[in-house]
């Protein structure tokens, strides 16, 4: 099947709900055998593959300037910020790529129970913090709802990268523009909408997590492909039944 990786890219008709800016964002990715993924995936959905191989992404970061639409609607106080992390992986549906979560963890009660209700996605509650200091970013993580899980990675932000080309390794894992989700057997479609990922690049000092672990998936035993993007705006729109 013919993957569009282009069209998926254009703003979306209609009003956005939801407007965020995302920053401080890693992505972590690693090959996995697509085998190990389908079980955990709806099957009108199809893994999407690079060069043969599927992947995983481990992806913390964190979100200000959280709004409503119409934009005119303020900031409300508590829920204008917050961090989060996602495991996911890349699928697509009648060629249309997106992403698949397999879990997201927030530090703020009122948005995992949203997302939870809203757009139907595998969110927990979680303690986390993110501090920088110079190019170094420390973050951790410790989930206090669902299956135990815990993160810990400090990194070193570099040079900024070259537009992604759209064959490209990097566009596959970072220029996704859809999610989807299920639901008492129904499978639902969200929109987003950004300018092409500000990427740079980036080294660990220190990483350990069970985030893949306690999805009873192989842990990694590599180390990850890595990208930094410092921020980037994003327009979100509701839910759409497939």
Request: aromatic share 12%; net charge negative; charged share 15%.
């Amino acid at each position: 099947m013919v993957i569009d990786r282009l069209s998926i890219r254009n703003r979306p008709s209609g009003q956005p709900v939801m407007h965020q800016k995302w920053g401080k964002l890693l992505f972590m990715h690693w090959r996995i055998d697509a085998d190990f993924l389908r079980p955990l995936i709806p099957a009108e959905l199809e893994i999407d593959t690079f060069d043969g191989s599927a992947w995983i992404g481990i992806i913390p970061f964190t979100m200000w300037d959280i709004r409503a639409f119409p934009p005119y609607v303020p900031r409300v106080p508590g829920l204008n910020a917050m961090h989060e992390l996602n495991v996911r992986t890349y699928v697509h549906l009648n060629g249309t790529p997106g992403v698949w979560f397999f879990s997201l963890d927030c530090n703020n009660a009122a948005a995992v129970l949203g997302a939870r209700t809203f757009y139907y996605l595998p969110y927990y509650n979680a303690e986390i913090t993110l501090e920088q200091s110079n190019s170094n970013i420390s973050y951790s993580l410790k989930r206090t709802d669902g299956p135990v899980a815990n993160f810990e990675a400090s990194w070193n932000i570099g040079a900024p990268l070259p537009t992604t080309e759209e064959d490209s390794l990097e566009f596959f894992l970072t220029e996704r523009y859809c999610l989807f989700s299920e639901h008492k057997g129904n499978l639902y479609q969200s929109r987003i909408h950004h300018p092409s990922w500000p990427l740079q690049t980036a080294t660990l000092d220190a990483h350990s997590s069970t985030m893949i672990d306690v999805l009873n998936l192989p842990g990694p035993s590599d180390a990850p492909l890595l990208h930094y993007a410092e921020a980037i705006a994003v327009d979100i729109w509701m839910l759409q039944k497939q």
